[in-house]
């Protein structure tokens, strides 16, 4: 195949909003000591990404003492969580530069009240997530939870104690966003599916390749970058449901130049430098190939969601270690990039519940996980050796990355990579809904902006 273009996250004009944050100004560095801060001379204000690899040190450093933590965007600090009344401890934390705070719910504690509700309340349309700042599981169920699955989960829920589990009720459908449109596609038995490019990637053999989610991966081998375009990657490894969402596509042609950034709309690019893990409270931003750039923030971690299966009308797709948020995205935005504004890749969209308009909650697979699992690196692949491979910062170093055993249907699905998607976008911070596959084709209206370029 001649030279093409090769695409990273479908392109639509940027919400305004979103898009003023990703100016070039904002990504300057803030950390510093701050005196003040918290009344504790200790305590610095940080960027999100080095809050959260502070998180990381302290976790290791404070043990069973550590209960979580989350970000204060409002000031710029790490808040740490901890269960002991030791002072080594607190001291500890407070010499790293985090505010220390007692909390009653160890971690363990929380995963155990997490597996509580897998054993009693795995129901198609719920979602249970750790909220460090509440310090206590945030249990959900989307609108088609009601009578006796709603009594049985509230009953669950009320067993854990009202100070371990709290239960909130969400208006949309917990779905994945997988959709019949524009963007990568791939034609299937009724129609023609699409989802949405994540990053570009280096497998583990030196070829270029790029994630998406593996529900995209699952539901078909091939992918092209226009509808009815040849397919120009196939799917190398995907995993959906079970432990994550997630999957390696490699690009047909060993050739393809796959740069490392996101088009983020509007003339405007985000160089993608790193993998890291999300933190609770950070700002984020959401690329996808209906609805363009969104932000909002990351308001759980680990989350299990338990999707209606698609396959069988009684069962129920469970995927787990998932980052949940308030970013708002619809059907054919799965697999878009979840991403800071210093470049750091976060996560793959997974699904959720609601749209761009009405807002609710949305899901996303972990890339430090994805990263481990599949064996790949961020940075541009070229020529098959692999030329990006050195650009992955750190991607090893991420809580949590083996976690995920990285097993699935490796033989299925597949996606590809795109070159231009439209869509505009409906406003900001809201929440998904889902889609299943549209024959129609229908999604979202091409406004002629252009996705991620590198010579393919």
């Not at 609108?143 to 049985?152: E, F, H, I, L, M």
């Not at 750190?394 to 249907?409: P, R, V």
């Amino acid at each position: 195949m001649p030279k093409r273009k090769a695409a990273i996250a479908v392109g639509g004009v940027a919400a305004l909003g979103a898009a003023a944050l990703l100016l070039p100004n904002a990504n300057a560095s803030q950390d510093k000591d701050n005196a003040t801060a918290g009344g504790t001379a200790d305590v610095k204000t940080l960027k999100a990404t080095d809050a959260s690899d502070l998180a990381g040190r302290l976790q290791k450093i404070l043990g069973d003492a550590f209960a979580g933590s989350y970000y204060d965007s409002g000031r710029q600090q790490l808040v740490v969580n901890v269960v002991s009344g030791d002072n080594n401890v607190v001291v500890q934390a407070k010499k790293a530069g985090a505010v220390v705070r007692q909390v009653d719910n160890s971690t363990a504690e929380l995963q155990a009240a997490a597996r509580t509700l897998k054993a009693r309340a795995t129901i198609p349309g719920t979602s249970w997530a750790v909220d460090p700042r509440t310090d206590k599981v945030l249990v959900t169920a989307d609108s088609t939870v009601t009578g006796a699955k709603w009594d049985r989960l509230q009953s669950a829920v009320r067993g854990l104690g009202s100070g371990t589990a709290t239960l909130k009720k969400s208006s949309g459908t917990f779905k994945t966003f997988v959709s019949g449109g524009d963007a990568i596609f791939s034609q299937v038995q009724g129609g023609s599916v699409r989802c949405s490019l994540g990053f570009n990637v280096t497998a583990s053999d030196g070829s270029p390749a790029f994630l998406t989610a593996g529900h995209c991966g699952v539901a078909a081998k091939q992918w092209s970058d226009s509808a009815t375009g040849q397919p120009i990657a196939t799917v190398d490894q995907a995993t959906f449901p079970g432990e994550g969402d997630f999957s390696l596509v490699k690009y047909d042609d060993p050739n393809t130049q796959a740069p490392s950034e996101v088009n983020a709309g509007n003339g405007q690019t985000v160089q993608i430098k790193q993998a890291a893990d999300a933190t609770v409270g950070e700002t984020v931003f959401r690329m996808g190939s209906t609805t363009g750039l969104h932000d909002g923030q990351v308001t759980g971690l680990d989350a299990t969601v338990n999707f209606q299966s698609e396959t069988d009308p009684n069962g129920v797709d469970t995927v787990t270690g998932l980052i949940q948020t308030n970013v708002c995205a619809e059907a054919g935005d799965s697999g878009g990039s979840l991403f800071t504004q210093d470049g750091s890749a976060l996560g793959l969209t997974s699904g959720g519940s609601g749209d761009c308009t009405n807002g609710g909650e949305t899901f996303f697979q972990p890339v430090t996980t994805a990263l481990q699992a599949t064996g790949a690196t961020l940075g541009d692949g070229g020529g098959g050796g692999g030329n990006g491979a050195g650009d992955q910062a750190g991607a090893g170093d991420q809580a949590g990355a083996g976690d995920q055993s990285g097993a699935g249907a490796g033989d299925q699905a597949g996606a590809g990579d795109q070159a231009g998607a439209g869509g505009h976008q409906a406003g900001a911070g809201g929440d998904q809904i889902g889609g299943g596959a549209d024959p129609s084709g229908a999604g979202a209206a091409d406004d002629g902006s252009s996705s991620l370029t590198g010579s393919h």
